[in-house]
């Protein structure tokens, strides 16, 4: 059974930092892009970055550009987002999904993992 | 990267069919044939509906459908049921990146 557990949200400070993590099981993860969106709540889905299965090729939406980093550890089976120069705007739950294989949609997230930014 | 155009809101009663637009440019929607759509329900993550425009995963009713015609595509639910109500979203890949709709609250009558 596939599963992802998203953790390290929390309550940060504008300009600060945070590095969320996301946990796969029931796949062989090194094979398979991974993706975070976000949903501010009560609001709609945004995608935000992927990393394909090697971590050799990633992608990130322009507002996320430059201040949030995507990775991964095969070896963990763990996908990161690495989040920096937070604003208040970047508040929302945070969602890692698998990429499909052969094709471009996602098949699989998990709860999500909420990011607050506030004074 | 501007978001999908989907309408706010659909209604039906229990049997009869909606449908969901979800409209794009020649980028995105138009560009690919890769538009998803995801139901999701209040505090749940999001569930796959469609892939590939008008494919089913396993385990989805056949009463969902999918498909495209230029830069709109559309999801119709045919045969309504109360479980059915749900928030959706469409979601295109754009060549490096992916787009999402504005998400649609279907209202089951």
């Known amino acids: 059974e596939v599963q992802l557990v998203e953790s390290g949200g929390g309550l940060v400070q504008p300009g600060g930092s945070l590095r969320l993590s996301c946990a796969a099981s029931?796949?062989?993860?090194?094979?398979?892009?991974m993706h975070w969106v976000r949903q501010v709540p009560g609001k709609g889905l945004v995608w935000v970055s992927r990393i394909k299965g090697d971590g050799s090729s990633t992608n990130y939406a322009d507002s996320v550009k430059g201040r949030f980093t995507i990775s991964r550890d095969n070896a963990k089976n763990t996908v990161y987002l690495q989040v920096n120069s937070l604003r208040a705007e970047d508040t929302a739950l945070y969602y890692c999904?698998?990429?499909?294989?052969?094709?471009?949609?996602?098949?699989?997230w998990g709860q999500g993992t909420l990011v607050t930014v506030s004074s | 990267q501007s978001a999908l155009t989907q309408p706010h809101s659909v209604s039906g009663s229990p049997g009869q069919s909606v449908a969901i637009s979800c409209t794009g440019t020649?980028?995105?929607?138009?560009?690919?044939?890769?538009v998803s759509w995801y139901q999701q329900h209040p505090g749940k993550a999001p569930k796959l509906m469609i892939y590939d425009v008008s494919k089913r995963p396993s385990g989805v009713p056949d009463r969902f459908s999918g498909s495209k015609s230029g830069n709109t595509a559309s999801l119709t639910i045919s045969g309504l049921q109360a479980e059915d109500e749900a928030d959706y979203y469409c979601?295109?890949?754009?060549?490096?990146?992916?787009?999402f709709g504005t998400g649609t609250k279907v209202t089951v009558l």
């Open positions: 020649s980028s995105d929607v138009g560009g690919y044939n890769y």
């Open positions: 999904a698998r990429g499909a294989s052969g094709s471009y949609y996602t098949d699989f």
């Open positions: 029931g796949f062989t993860f090194s094979s398979f892009w």
């Open positions: 979601c295109s890949y754009a060549g490096t990146f992916y787009v």
